[in-house]
T-cell receptor, first 114, second 113 residues
Framework: GNSVTQMEGPVTLSEEAFLTINCTYT??????LFWYVQYPGEGLQLLLK?????DKGSNKGFEATYRKETTSFHLEKGSVQVSDSAVYFC?????????????FGKGTKLTVNP | GAVVSQHPSWVICKSGTSVKIECRSL??????MFWYRQFPKQSLMLMAT?????????EQGVEKDKFLINHASLTLSTLTVTSAHPEDSSFYIC?????????FGDGTRLSIL
């Protein structure tokens, strides 16, 4: 079945450091790929998405490129801020049967120190 | 846009009671909503897919008689945890499908004493 493998955390960075969170996937067909962010005690917010190969999703300084050849969707940000501290989830849409289910990675906790 | 409201955000109740959680899409219509459960420091586990006007589809291992789902309108789905017990304590999150992306509520923390 479809699956998402995400780098395990926690990740601790200093403010203005470069961030990469690796995400690879296994899927049949052509899923859409997502990054969601969860702040403490809250639900998930869609950070960015890409729906086909070579698409680049971007938002709030975060970027991720849908790489079909490496089945990857790594999240990057050039300069993190303390406010970026959160848990980040990579996900793919499991479109079997047209249900648009999401399959999530295990999440990566990011802590940014001032 | 694409705001999903989940209520209540926190509930504490005695063992044996039933608890209803509401999930509303505020500015869009959602024929499909999803209910997840999240354990501490873990990922989201899909419990069921809720379709407006039809029965929910439950994931393997989820008790449909325990977790009752109703999706009576295009903007509202409810999850009722019946006869709740301490092992049902968890963080429950709903999402609504809009524009081929899922938009999440802020979650409900359920604590059963």
């Amino acid at each position: 079945g479809n699956s998402v493998t995400q780098m395990e955390g926690p990740v601790t960075l200093s403010e203005e450091a470069f961030l990469t969170i690796n995400c690879t996937y296994t899927a049949t067909g052509y899923p859409s790929l997502f990054w969601y962010v969860q702040y403490p005690g809250e639900g998930l917010q869609l950070l960015l998405k890409a729906t086909k190969a070579d698409d680049k999703g971007s938002n709030k300084g975060f970027e991720a490129t849908y790489r079909k050849e490496t089945t990857s969707f790594h999240l990057e940000k050039g300069s993190v801020q303390v406010s970026d501290s959160a848990v980040y989830f990579c996900a793919l849409s499991d479109q079997q049967g047209g249900s648009e289910k999401l399959v999530f990675g295990k999440g990566t906790k990011l802590t940014v120190n001032p | 846009g694409a705001v999903v409201s989940q209520h209540p955000s926190w509930v504490i109740c005695k063992s044996g009671t039933s608890v209803k959680i509401e999930c509303r899409s505020l500015d869009f219509q959602a024929t499909t909503m999803f209910w997840y459960r999240q354990f501490p420091k873990q990922s989201l586990m899909l419990m069921a897919t809720s379709n407006e006007g039809s029965k929910a589809t439950y994931e393997q291992g989820v008790e449909k008689d325990k977790f009752l789902i109703n999706h009576a309108s295009l903007t509202l789905s409810t999850l009722t945890v019946t006869s709740a017990h301490p092992e049902d304590s968890s963080f429950y999150i709903c999402s609504a499908l809009g524009g081929r992306a899922q938009h999440f509520g802020d979650g409900t923390r359920l604590s059963i004493l």
